[in-house]
């Protein structure tokens, strides 16, 4: 789907309701699937990846019911699953075939997981090497790296782990297998990741210990179920936020705002940058932190964004980017090497198209740097398939001085189905 993108620097005014949380969806469905007892899931984002998660579950032989309001599952107990007639196809979504992969190491039948042409190229060896060192079987193309992956779990060993890489989906798939291990498993990362899934099993009655680069857990231990309410997700926030932050006499609230410290790296980089926030109906929603955030436009600066802080905003970075064309002076975004194995390379499909669209941004090795202060010309613009360059791209189209044509854009419903309507609201144009 092409759509064309025109609003020549018209404000944004109203008030959003942030969509749920993609992280925590994910996590809510895969855990209350392996619980005791029904859970009831609200605020949860039927967005394609989780609704791939949803329909792997129900393959594995779990009932869940969808209801205009809610995600109802009938938990199996952590030994319930059954194996797989058919292959386990996870569409777009790197946190299904990971997570996924951590709970089916522990099962003692076959499965085999596939997804679409990006899945195929993402690594996959960071999740199955160390699932492997705890006795599962795997195999699949490039010695276990790359999908169509097979696993067959069974009597599995806990072990303690170090990640050579800060990603959330390697220590949850970890911690996952550590359910049905001997024994504690222990996972240490060198930056903090997103601790959904330490919070989400504590709230299913799992005993996860953790500080401040380390998780573990000990094997044995039941899910008891719960019902979950799904916070709105900061990633898909961002948009709206960045959207406020670059069009000038913007003022948009974003209600239900997840705000975990180890996502919220974006509210830091715009106050850095000189955004004007305030929060306000400040919260805790199914252990996670939440606010209401008001944003008015003003003029931006520079910044650099590095080291530990980049787990703590991976996703945004492509929204950053962007912002960062319209800040006074340069900005360096460095460490951040893991874009390069996301639904697409990030630092080169966000350079190309922001370029294309006559930004002045160049890629490093492990990061992008941006001359910013000044207009961007427009033209086309693609997504590659990847929702969060299509909505950059659709962003670029708010402060471009001709209209951006982005194509690709159906890939957006994978973490944020309402986008367009969303923004067209804010517009006044609904
Ligand atoms: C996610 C973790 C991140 C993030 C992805 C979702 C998760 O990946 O980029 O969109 O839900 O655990 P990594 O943990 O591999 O960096």
Redesign the pocket.
């Known amino acids: 789907m092409e759509k064309v993108i025109y609003q020549a620097k018209k404000p944004l005014q109203g008030t959003v309701v942030t969509p749920g949380d ?2 925590i969806s ?1 996590r809510s469905v895969m855990f209350a699937a392996i619980a005791e007892g029904t859970s009831e899931i609200t605020g949860f984002l039927r967005g394609q990846d989780c609704l791939s998660t949803i329909s792997c579950m129900r393959q594995l032989g779990v009932k869940i019911e969808e209801t205009e309001d809610k995600i109802i599952v009938h938990g199996k107990g952590v030994h319930g699953l059954t194996e797989p007639k058919e292959i386990l196809d996870v569409g777009n979504s ?2 299904t075939i990971r997570l996924l992969s951590g709970i089916l190491a522990g099962q003692p039948f076959a499965s085999m997981l596939i997804g679409d042409d990006s899945i195929a190229k993402r690594p996959m060896r960071r999740v199955t090497g160390p699932l492997k060192m705890m006795n599962a079987t795997i195999d699949g193309r490039d010695y276990a790296n790359l999908t169509p992956i097979a696993i067959r779990g069974g009597s599995l060993q806990g072990m303690s782990y170090v990640s050579p890489v800060a ?4 220590k ?1 798939a970890i911690l996952l297998a550590g359910l049905y291990a001997n024994g504690t498993t222990t996972v240490a990362e060198p930056h903090k ?2 601790d959904h899934t330490e919070r989400m099993l504590q709230a299913f009655g799992v005993d996860v210990t953790s500080s401040e680069l380390s998780a573990s857990i000990q094997g044995g231990q039941k899910l008891t179920a719960t019902n979950v309410h799904v916070p709105g997700d900061v990633s898909s926030a961002t948009f709206m936020l960045v959207a406020a932050a670059i069009v000038p006499d913007s003022d948009v609230t974003l209600t239900n705002v997840g705000l975990n410290p180890t996502r919220s790296g974006i509210i830091d980089v715009l106050e850095r940058m000189g955004a004007s926030l305030t929060f306000s109906n400040e919260k805790t929603v199914g252990g996670e932190p939440v606010a209401d955030i008001r944003i008015r436009y003003q003029e931006l600066t520079s910044t650099t964004v590095e080291g530990a802080e980049i ?1 703590r905003l ?2 945004e970075i492509p929204a950053i980017a962007l912002l960062a064309t319209q800040a006074k002076g340069t900005t360096v975004i460095k460490d951040a090497e ?1 874009l390069k194995v ?1 639904e697409t390379n990030r630092i080169d499909t966000v350079v190309l198209q922001l370029q294309k669209l006559g930004a002045s941004i160049e890629a490093t090795d492990d990061g992008m740097i941006i001359h910013g202060g000044e207009s961007l010309h427009g033209g086309s613009a693609e997504s590659y398939h990847d929702h969060r360059i299509g909505m950059t791209m659709a962003l670029a189209g708010l402060i471009s001085e001709n209209p951006v044509s982005v194509s690709g854009t159906d890939a957006i419903a994978v973490s944020y189905p309402n986008f367009f309507t969303h923004l067209e609201e804010l517009q006044g144009d609904s």
């Open positions: 993609k992280s994910h790197g946190t990603s959330a989906q390697v949850s990741s997103r787990p991976i996703d893991e996301k």
